[in-house]
């Protein structure tokens, strides 16, 4: 999208719509612009079976009729006042028929672009591009499927992939040098922590350990879409692993 975006000379703005009272009252339209609305409840459509949707938890507090009139307003927007405008309206979803057929007209919702699953050497491509293609060496950019198949199979949750490309990142600092195939083979077997082994606990590493996952339950809490205080919270050990919130 900012690819494109620029391309058209546009700037892109996004809007949280569920549970907001006014997710287009931010924008500025004086100039071109593309609006990514994060998909979402209020897209209706054949949605009332799916316990997760679009990756989250569904909204407890989720409102019908809330996200009916906010489909009313877009509509009447996108034919009233910004019609002709360069404006551009951009979702993402996962089937067709998770959007409401009353937003699937002329001058609304009326273009499809279907992104197909990416092979081996894409998922690289991706990986190396957001971490910066000039770290790497030759090697890992002349044959990306080794470094894609790593992905894929090892690391298949975007979490683990930012802390494996933020470590890649911080080695190439660190060391002056491009990342090579033996740097992404020990990250990969590893792990992308400095230490070698886990040491023993002591009171003192436990209490530390407490704190630190603690962070991740309040990071988790307050990056969480409705702020949802946790009802209940744990530490527990897994396997190598001092401490897993």
Request: aromatic share 6%; proline share 6%.
């Amino acid at each position: 999208m900012p690819a494109i975006a620029a391309s058209a000379g546009m700037r892109i703005e996004v809007a949280e719509v569920d549970g907001s009272d006014d997710p287009l009252g931010h924008l500025g339209l004086g100039e071109p612009v593309m609006i990514f609305l994060k998909p979402g409840e209020w897209l209706g459509g054949q949605l009332a079976e799916e316990g997760n949707l679009f990756g989250r938890a569904r909204d407890p507090r989720f409102s019908a009729a809330t996200a009916y009139a906010f489909r009313r307003v877009l509509a009447d927007l996108l034919m009233g006042p910004w019609r002709g405008r360069n404006i551009v309206i951009v979702t993402s979803i996962e089937r067709v028929n998770q959007v409401d057929p009353f937003l699937r007209a002329a001058g609304l919702f009326d273009r499809k672009v279907g992104l197909p699953a990416l092979n081996s050497e894409a998922r690289a491509r991706v990986f190396m591009a957001e971490a910066g293609t000039h770290r790497f060496d030759e090697q890992v950019q002349r044959y990306p499927d080794r470094l894609g198949g790593i992905l894929a199979n090892q690391l298949d949750c975007h979490r683990r992939r930012g802390l494996f490309r933020q470590a890649l990142v911080r080695k190439h600092r660190a060391e002056r040098r491009p990342i090579r195939e033996e740097d992404i083979m020990e990250y990969a077997a590893y792990g992308t922590t400095a230490a070698d082994e886990a040491l023993p606990p002591t009171p003192e590493s436990l209490w530390g350990t407490a704190v630190h996952e603690a962070g991740h339950a309040l990071v988790a809490h307050l990056d969480s879409r409705d702020r949802v205080i946790p009802a209940y919270c744990s530490v527990l050990p897994r396997g190598s692993t001092a401490g897993m919130m």
